[in-house]
């Protein structure tokens, strides 16, 4: 997996691959694995000497990686942990996979440098577009921050319905 700075893509949008529940272990805070445990049992996570993680089927998937018509989804929607709610996008405090100043967003005052994983096929590279720099952008640093729970442009825009 290689990091993009969030000033080289010009839009991201879920495609509803799955690609992401099958190709990366999801990090639980303790609060996520108590939530998690207490309203799926103790098989909904595991752990090692120091993290909490979302089981994974013997093929590799998530647990609560869902299909339907070669569509996936997340069986976790309303209670999806941070990791997975800010993927493929990662926010942090310091320019840690470099290129500083492409890396750069101002919030409310605040610097911070948000960086792409490559790996997700939803990213299109190219000068960012409005939407994707204001909304977007803005949306993953705020569940990242913590002050915004609720997903709109940070997940697939595939309806409902088709799950039932």
């Not at 290689?2 to 080289?8: E, G, I, K, L």
């Not at 994974?56 to 942990?81: E, M, V």
């Not at 990213?123 to 939407?131: A, D, L, N, Q």
Request: aromatic share 16%; with cysteine; net charge positive.
């Amino acid at each position: 997996m290689q990091y993009v700075p969030w000033r080289n893509v010009n839009s991201w949008q879920c495609k509803a691959c799955g690609y992401c529940c099958k190709l990366y272990s999801v990090v639980l805070n303790f609060g996520e694995y108590l939530r998690l445990t207490q309203t799926y049992g103790q098989g909904a996570a595991e752990s090692d000497l120091s993290r909490f993680y979302i089981k994974r089927h013997s093929n590799g998937d998530c647990a609560f990686l869902g299909c339907k018509s070669l569509k996936y989804y997340c069986g976790l929607q309303a209670t999806k942990p941070e990791a997975c709610k800010i993927w493929p996008f990662k926010v942090a405090a310091e320019p840690k996979y470099g290129d500083e100043d492409l890396a750069a967003f101002n919030y409310d005052g605040k610097e911070v440098y948000i960086y792409v994983d490559n790996m997700c096929s939803g990213v299109r590279y190219g000068k960012p577009t409005w939407e994707f720099q204001n909304q977007t952008i803005k949306e993953f640093v705020e569940i990242a921050l913590g002050t915004r729970e609720f997903q709109h442009h940070a997940t697939g825009r595939i309806g409902f319905e088709w799950r039932k």
